[in-house]
């Protein structure tokens, strides 16, 4: 039997960045080159729907780890 996801019992609790400008592009290239950052990423990239797979462009792209997640739209 499956748990149902309640996002505000998650620990540690997320903390999505929405990459919205230069300075927090910065910030992602800053949490990428640190050395603390853990070596497992996640990531996922959406894309438009299309009938085959060539045309598709993506979309919105979200990378981060257990601690700090980002999403770039």
């Known amino acids: 039997?499956?748990?149902?996801?309640?996002i505000q019992e998650l620990k540690p609790p997320m903390n999505i960045v929405f990459v919205t400008d230069d300075i927090v592009l910065s910030q992602l290239a800053e949490f990428l080159?640190?050395?603390?950052?853990?070596?497992?990423l996640g990531l996922d990239l959406e894309t438009n729907v299309t009938n085959?797979?060539?045309?598709r462009r993506v979309r919105t792209i979200q990378l981060g780890n257990r601690?700090?997640?980002?999403?770039?739209?």
Request: zero cysteines.
């Open 1 to 6: 039997m499956t748990k149902p996801l309640i």
């Open 33 to 40: 080159a640190d050395s603390n950052t853990s070596l497992v």
């Open 52 to 55: 085959t797979f060539f045309p």
């Open 67 to 73: 601690e700090k997640q980002f999403v770039i739209d």
